[in-house]
């Protein structure tokens, strides 16, 4: 019997064992890929099927495989899907994943879905410190004037959660409380972290930059802390005009009874700057013995070259409509200013100081269809109560009910301001009766309905 060689069995061991390695080791190799595509697959249909449980068990199963990755760009994109519980559980799901989706979620702060972009930052917010990464693109987010405004708010208290200590974040969301659409949630979210800020704030306030002195005064003002008073006071006679406007427009915020405030003040009133004394005017107009003294530079503020000075000066006129009727000429000249907001300003307050309905309608009319909420909502509402003089307005009101994003807000001001035109409004009858569909707005709708044709709502019923 021949029998082979020692040295030729131990390389054909030696060879099968490593045939067999290589083998293992594409099997271990392709094992998690198969795994991770087969609970991909998974998860797409779960999203086409709307099961939420099957959703979140595939996307647990992707994050077994490794480290989750692969299931990102697929979890941000479920953050436009029409179910809401499947937005909420992939944001969720998306933050629990941490670091590992914030290069994806940074991204998704430019996809061309705004839920996307919403929901995207809200994430990034829920990661916290994880998301540093993050800080330039949400603030750049922020400081994009054709974002939308919920993305914008969302980027506020995102980067507050994840370093409100960082001077560029700290900077960026004081900034958002200049606009009316941000101002509330970075207010919130400077509330919140006051205690990490306060120390920061009280640096820069002394600070040899006249912006960050301007933005330590705004924050200490929004935020109502008692201990910045007599920093107001003091900074109201700072060199830097930008500070002295801030300072002043605070000054609002507190009680003035003090005299020695109320002289500081009343001295801003002389102000090379406009905007210093239309917001001197807006904190002395709080006070009934010195309102006499501030009509005049708010009626000055209507002609200055900032947008803000001139917006400021219209709403503060409205809101004080006893007192504003030498105003009447220059709040009629703003009703062809080249900004949208001064002019729906100006024509809100001609209708409670004028009233010059004739010449305000038209311009309210145009405001309706604007892109911010804000300025919707402050025309939408000026119409309230004009009744059949404010007819000419009725398509956009209608427009409104049916196709405004802002809901329920608009739709239930358009509502009711096309029930206070009464019979005049016949031609938003089918636009009130679909919205009878929206629970939310059905009482609106059918209110409305009532006071402009009885009848229909007696059919529809």
């Known amino acids: 019997m021949k029998f082979f060689p020692l040295r030729f069995c131990l390389r054909t061991l030696m060879a099968f064992v490593a045939c067999f390695a290589v083998l293992a080791w594409f099997f271990l190799r392709a094992l998690p890929n198969w795994r991770e595509r087969r609970a991909l697959v ?7 099927s709307r099961d939420r449980a099957a959703f979140r068990y595939s996307v647990e199963a992707v994050r077994k495989v490794r480290d989750g990755k692969a299931a990102v760009p697929v979890l ?5 899907h029409d179910e809401w519980g499947l937005r909420g559980d992939s944001a969720e799901l998306l933050a629990k994943m941490g670091p590992v989706a914030v290069p994806e979620l940074i991204t998704a702060l430019t996809h061309e879905h705004v839920k996307v972009r919403e929901w995207a930052a809200e994430v990034l917010g829920e990661i916290g410190a994880g998301a540093k990464l993050a800080i330039p693109s949400l603030i750049e987010t922020l400081s994009d004037g054709r974002e939308h405004p919920r993305v914008q708010r969302a980027a506020v208290l995102a980067l507050a959660s994840i370093d409100a ?8 969301v004081i900034d958002a409380l200049y606009e009316e659409e941000t101002a509330g949630h970075a207010a919130r979210a400077l509330e919140s972290h006051l205690s990490a800020i306060k120390p920061i704030l009280a640096a820069w306030l002394i600070d040899q930059d006249g912006r960050r ?5 705004l924050a200490f003002g929004t935020i109502r802390d008692e201990s910045a008073f007599p920093c107001l006071l003091e900074v109201i006679k700072d060199n830097d005009a930008r500070v002295r406007t801030t300072a002043t427009e605070l000054m609002a915020g507190f009680n003035l009874d003090d005299q020695e405030a109320v002289r500081s003040v009343t001295r801003l009133l002389d102000d090379p700057i406009n905007s210093v004394r239309v917001s001197a005017a807006a904190a002395l107009l709080r006070l009934n013995n010195q309102r006499g003294v501030a009509i005049p530079a708010l009626i000055e503020g209507l002609k200055d070259p900032s947008v803000r000075v001139r917006y400021t000066a219209a709403l503060v006129l409205k809101e004080n409509r006893a007192h504003a009727k030498p105003a009447v000429p220059a709040l009629t000249e703003a009703l062809t200013d080249p900004d949208i907001r001064v002019r729906t300003a100006a024509a809100a307050a001609l209708l409670v100081v004028g009233p010059r309905v004739d010449l305000a309608v038209p311009v309210l009319t145009e ?4 892109n911010r909420v804000s300025i919707r909502v402050m025309a939408v509402s000026a119409l309230i109560g004009l009744g059949p003089a404010a007819k000419a307005a009725v398509p956009a009101l209608t427009d409104a009910l049916l196709n405004d994003d802002a809901r329920p807000a608009i739709p239930r001001l358009a509502a009711q301001a096309l029930g206070d035109i009464g019979s005049e409004a016949k031609a938003a009858v089918p636009a009130l009766i679909e919205l009878l569909k929206e629970a939310g707005l059905r009482q609106d709708a059918s209110a409305a309905l009532r006071r402009i044709d009885p009848e229909a709502t007696t059919q529809e019923f």
């Open 76 to 80: 941000i994109e479920a953050l436009k």
């Open 42 to 48: 998974a998860m797409s249909k779960a999203l086409e």
């Open 367 to 370: 405001s309706i269809r604007s």
């Open 213 to 217: 002195r301007a933005l330590a005064v």
């Open 165 to 172: 200590t960082d001077p560029s974040v700290l900077a960026a």
